[in-house]
């Protein structure tokens, strides 16, 4: 069955957003004497939650993270996104080109997606539906995003087709018994990336936005 309809993730996929959190974060655990590279932090944490990444830094240094910090860390993303975020190389023509329905679905909130977008300035080209792991109980890697997201819209998991960039978003695409993209155009993405995606499902890799342009091309979806 042909898709007739792609859920894009936001983070990663659509804006480069994932590099600038990665570097901001870093500076943090340096100042808590926590060293760790880029490439080290990408491959461990690809796609978790920033609470859970927390509490895996707390296990294994026996550090005690305030709660405050959490909304620091939010404000200052929301600071630094609006200064530098941009979208992926590519990714804002592909986005404007797509003929099919699209949506958003996204471990982030709405009004994170909805500030994204308008930033690299796609809110206005988009007219489809946002979901978030804030709507149902449990975020990716599970599937309750994208079930809530197939009920929403109604469509079988057949009619539609996935574009993540992590495993645990790869996770609970198929989990929900979708087909997925595993997507490689971000500046965050490290050696050995694709590898993990397919590792997890992924039925597609693409290496950049002109890679993703051919295969929904294939679709008829662009």
Sequence with gaps: MRPIHIFF??????VDSEILAVRNMLRHLAAMGIEMDERVYAQRFPG???RDIFAILEREHGLSIPDSFHLQLQQEHIALFEQELKPIVGMDSLFREVRSGKSMVS?????HVERCLG?????????????????????????????????????EPLQALVVEDSPTGIEAAKAAGLRVVGFLGASHITEGHGEQLKAKGADFLASDAEELRKLLAGWELI
């Design 107 to 111: 471990n982030g909130s709405v009004a």
């Design 119 to 155: 930033k690299v300035g796609l809110l206005h080209d988009f007219g489809g539906e946002i979901f978030s792991a804030k709507q149902v109980d449990r975020p990716k890697p599970y599937p309750d995003v994208y079930l809530h997201a197939l009920r929403s819209v109604g469509l």
């Design 48 to 50: 978790l939650l920033e």
């Design 9 to 14: 993730d936001n983070d990663g996929t659509i």
